[in-house]
């Protein structure tokens, strides 16, 4: 008798402990084990001035930062320039005179009708920007993708880390073509020459909403690691069937995302990767359902997160 409870016990902690194992997909130690791709937004917004090399640098001080996010137009000498609107934004830029861009004027301002060293002459750091009170105010401006990979490069070296990842979005829409921006072929071959020149092939991810602009990544470089971008609340599925290919990541707003969404992404052999996600808590919900990065313009909130 003595040998059947022991038998019975044992058999029920080995049921418990498969259950344990079943059900521990994402506990805390499995949500910390998992490499997440944090991505540091516009370099670091809600602590410097948006897409600037010294938001980019600052971002790199957060160890678990493994990519800057950015996005990119066209100067007029055919430069890749980084900016999250091809124009001088009205909420953030100062002209040359040192009168700030207004909002009837900002899209008179184009990045596409500006050399690089026009571009240069307008601040857009010192107005701060009031979406982001924590934001320190600074002098700077809008650099170049050379100019920025160079000094973040070198920034990683001397903090003795490794080379962070670049996650790129082509900012684009159909309306912009020949207006704000080059045609898609031409605007991906112009980022694609960058890249090629910089030797960060290896070290990228392009994205966009604009699904022809990702169509002719595929078609220039099928390789290369793409996301898409969306903002919709329509399907995983019917928004992938918008594209002849699977990307390699699914990028869609963090508001919209559940379980589901999860396990689709994945089932595809695909990764997860919201924008853009500043709360505490909205991070810990995120790692919880399992995604594989998250973008924040709050690189420091990370280690709370965890």
């Known amino acids: 008798m003595r040998h059947f409870f022991l038998f019975f016990f044992l058999l029920i902690f080995a049921c418990n ?47 678990k930062v493994k990519t800057l996010e950015l996005d990119v137009a066209i100067s007029k000498d055919r430069q890749v320039i980084i900016t999250h609107e091809p124009w001088m934004s009205e909420h ?4 040359p005179d040192g009168q ?19 571009i240069k002459t307008y601040d857009c750091g010192l107005r701060g920007n009031a979406r982001f009170p924590d934001q320190k105010a600074m002098a700077t401006h809008k650099p170049s993708l050379k ?25 684009s829409q159909a309306d912009y073509y020949g207006i704000f ?45 793409t996301a898409q ?22 990028s869609p707003y963090f508001e919209v995302i559940n379980q589901q969404m999860v396990d689709e992404v994945h089932a595809q ?3 997860l990767v919201p924008w853009t996600v500043n709360e505490v808590t909205d991070m810990r919900r995120l790692l919880f359902l399992g995604v594989d990065g ?10 709370e997160a965890l």
């Open 17 to 63: 402990a498969n259950t344990d194992r079943t059900n521990s997909k994402n506990t805390p130690s499995t949500m910390q084990s998992k490499e997440i791709d944090w991505q540091g937004h516009r370099g670091a917004r809600g602590l410097l001035p948006e897409n600037t090399i010294p938001a980019f640098l600052k971002a790199l001080e957060y160890p």
């Open 92 to 95: 953030i830029c100062t002209k």
């Open 100 to 118: 700030f861009v207004s909002e009837a004027e900002a899209k008179t301002l184009k990045i596409y009708e500006m050399s690089y060293a026009e």
């Open 147 to 171: 100019d920025m990979v160079k000094a973040a490069d070198a920034k990683a070296k001397e903090l003795e880390r490794p080379l962070p990842f670049y996650d790129i979005e082509i900012k």
């Open 181 to 225: 921006t080059p045609a898609p072929a031409d605007f991906v071959a112009l980022i694609l020459a960058e890249l090629k020149e910089l030797d960060l092939l290896e070290r990228v991810t392009l994205q966009s909403f604009d699904l022809n602009i990702l169509e002719a990544i595929h078609q220039q470089q099928a390789e290369i690691v």
């Open 229 to 250: 971008l969306v903002e919709n609340t329509d399907s995983f599925q019917d928004n992938l069937q918008r594209l002849s290919f699977k990307p390699t990541i699914y």
């Open 269 to 271: 052999g695909m990764r």
């Open 294 to 303: 998250i973008i924040t313009d709050y690189p420091n909130r990370i280690e």
